[in-house]
């Protein structure tokens, strides 16, 4: 953060601190600003033994797998969140109330060379019968099903998705 930040937002001074990755503060003028932790969602979408993946279209993470989800704005719940990205991404429609929630884990996003913490809150939803997948090729490739005993952590591209799925393999052997 000290690399993108030189400068106080407030009064323009170069007498800035960063405490803890997300707290800046100037000693000149006293201002203090909280670069907090943003929420984002991940979907785990079964079918039968298979778990959906899309291939990343842009970066991060450019070609790498990811799952279905995003980032949650403001005056949503991170279920309406989930929801909301499943409809842009894949023209997927899942109710909220088929969205159950699993776990979450801290992640690092970089975006334009700024480093966001973000805390990504894991939701777990079964594949509507019938339904059929439209992707936002501007952030989708392409779409993967894949056998849980078959999908390789190493080609997901967030450790934190890394890890959730892992999680969710190993429990549901």
Known sequence: MQKQFNYCPHCGASSIEIYDYH????????????HNVA?????????????????????????????????VDPK????????????????LDIPVENLRYYRSQPNKYLYKDVEYRTCDLAFIANFPENAALNLEDNEIQSIRWIAMQDVNLQEIGFESLRRIVQQYIEENK
């Open 23 to 34: 707290r800046l503060h100037c000693s000149q003028c006293d201002f203090v600003y909280f």
């Open 39 to 71: 929420t984002a969602t991940a979907i785990i979408i079964r079918r039968g033994n298979e778990l959906l993946f899309c291939v990343r279209n842009k970066e991060p993470m450019l070609g790498k797998l990811d799952l279905p989800g995003g980032f």
């Open 76 to 91: 949503e719940s991170a279920e309406e969140g989930a929801q909301r990205e499943l409809k842009e991404e894949l023209n």
